[in-house]
Structure formats: C-alpha cells, structure tokens
C-alpha cells in the first residue's frame, strides 16, 4: 500500500496530462457520459477518484449532496480539492486518505463510484471491493462503474485495443507498483456478485465501458 500511495503521488502532477494522449480523452468521456442518467442521490462514495476530473462533474450535475472522497494519495487529493475550488457548490465533500479502513461499519451510500479503479487490482483484490461496495450500498443504492474492458475478435482495433491495454498495466506496474497483472472481465465479475445493470455503454470501439448496477432483489 505505501509503495501504491508514492507511485501515485509522483503521477499526480502530470496525471492530466496523460490524459491528453490518445486515447486518453476516452477515459475522462466515459466516465462522465452516464451522468445524466443518475437520479437524485443524497449520498455518495468515490473510490480511487484521482485528481478529481469526475468528481467536478458531479458536482455540477447536482445529482448529490454529499460526497465522500477516497484515495490512498494526499497528492491526488489535493488535486481534487484544488479543482473544485471555484465551484459555487451546495454538494458538502468530505476528502478522506486511505482504503477500506477508511470506511466505518455503520456507513451506508445511495451511490457509489469506481472509475477506472477495479482495474488495479488482483482478481481476488476485486471480489473483496466488489463485495464492500455491495455491503454498503443502500437498499436502493446505484454503483456507478466505469472501467477498460477486454476487446474480443481478430480485428485490428481490437489487436491495439489490447496492446494498449498492455502498455497501461506495464506503465502503472512500474510506476505506483499495482497488484494487478492483467485486465479481468470487471462486468461478469459484477453481475455474479449480485448486482443487475440499469444502463450501460462501451466507448471507443468497446475499449472503455460505463455502466450504472443496481443490488439485485
């Protein structure tokens, strides 16, 4: 964890710039374009949220009141912090370093988000997230859930959305010292950990994948 929290300070600085390479503006549309969608949430969790690109959308949405925001990086939120700044926001953020500890027993949310997070971790590290975020969802709670996803066929694209894929996990194994070693199907994993889909939508020629779950009945 303290080698994951240093890796991810150094990149917090250049982070967004990153994004500027292509496919890079693909994360940051994916991950915003099901916002629309959600209904009024008076509470919400965001995992891992980086440098805060999705949580200032959010907030202009005004889709919550509340935000928790969850990062092992003081760098990343601090970056957060500073771009939300200038927002005449009604949506109290209360910013917290750390992971599942992080995260007390009786707390429960109306939604939750991993955005380009699941994909860090080791397939048994994803069944344990997955699980927290079931057990503390609310009862009507939504997961909100934007992530890569493993391009199937012979196609050329799909020959480079895969090689990408492999730059990334090469990229962030040497640099912030992830445990995870290759991409996962994120989308089954969910399914069979007792959650339906409301909506959903791939990207890019299905090399990014956004979808709204809700807790099965």
């Not at 700044?85 to 992080?102: M, P, W």
């Not at 012979?154 to 090469?170: G, P, S």
Request: aromatic share 12%.
């Amino acid at each position: 964890m303290e080698r994951q929290r240093k890796g991810f300070n150094r990149l917090a600085a250049i982070y967004d710039y990153l994004l500027l390479i292509p496919p890079g503006r693909g994360f940051i549309k994916s991950q915003n374009e099901l916002i629309p969608l959600l209904p009024q949430k008076k509470s919400c969790l965001i995992i891992g949220g980086g440098t805060g690109t999705f949580l200032r959308s959010l907030i202009i949405s005004g889709k919550v009141t509340r935000i928790v925001y969850l990062d092992i990086s003081e760098k990343m939120l601090s970056q957060a912090s500073n771009k939300i700044k200038d927002l005449n926001q009604k949506c109290n953020v209360e910013f917290r370093r750390g992971s599942l500890d992080r995260i007390t027993e009786d707390e429960k949310f109306d939604l939750i988000v991993t955005n380009f997070f699941l994909d860090l971790f080791s397939p048994d590290e994803v069944k344990a997230w997955i699980r927290l975020i079931h057990n503390k969802l609310s009862e009507e709670g939504l997961f909100y859930f934007t992530d890569l996803q493993i391009s199937r066929g012979k196609t050329f694209k799909t020959f480079m959305n895969n090689i990408y894929i492999k730059m990334l996990y090469f990229f962030f194994r040497n640099t912030t010292a992830i445990s995870g070693k290759t991409l996962i199907d994120l989308r089954t994993e969910i399914l069979q950990s007792g959650f339906n889909v409301v909506y959903e939508k791939g990207y890019l020629k299905e090399l990014f994948y956004s979808a709204i779950f809700k807790k099965r009945s």
